[in-house]
């Protein structure tokens, strides 16, 4: 049964994460129930720490990433329903400093399990968006 949860869990980064390029196979977890908060975690490379994604229109109501044609004949060609976003979070000690990334989202084929973290070009999207911007 473990086999099968985690088989399942598995995301396939052709191209790996920026920064992480070698790694191509990543466990996906949800963190909470509500599905805002999950881990991602290098399937075959214990010293690599995890990294917390997020929702990211859980964050920004009106957050509407455009995918390249490129990017998304890399993805399978899916339908826009079969593709899951999240963003990498920052978390830190003092919790208004934390931050999203809402520039370079990573983007699943639910259909498929391949992922790729994709650099929106034409919008003003932050690297770093503040998740407790009014606190």
């Known amino acids: 049964m473990e086999t099968n949860q985690e088989s399942r869990n598995t995301i396939i980064f052709q191209e790996g994460l920026l920064g992480f390029e070698e790694i191509h ?9 509500e599905n805002i908060l999950w881990s991602l975690t290098a399937a075959n490379e214990e010293q690599i720490p995890s990294f917390i994604v997020m929702d ?4 920004l109501d009106d ?10 004949e890399s993805l399978g060609n899916p ?12 978390i830190r000690p003092q919790l208004s400093d934390s931050v999203v990334n809402l520039k370079a989202p ?18 003003e999207y932050p690297l770093r968006y503040r998740l407790f911007a009014g606190h």
Not at 25 to 33: G, K, P, S
Not at 56 to 59: A, D, E, G, R
Request: one cysteine or more.
């Open 56 to 59: 990211p229109f859980t964050i």
């Open 63 to 72: 957050y509407a990433p455009k995918l390249s044609q490129r990017d998304l």
């Open 106 to 123: 990573i983007v699943i084929n639910i259909h498929n399990q391949h992922a790729k973290q994709v650099i929106l070009e034409d919008t």
């Open 79 to 90: 339908n826009p329903e079969d593709l899951c976003f999240l963003v990498i979070a920052v």
């Open 25 to 33: 196979e990543f466990l996906l977890f949800h963190e909470d129930e």
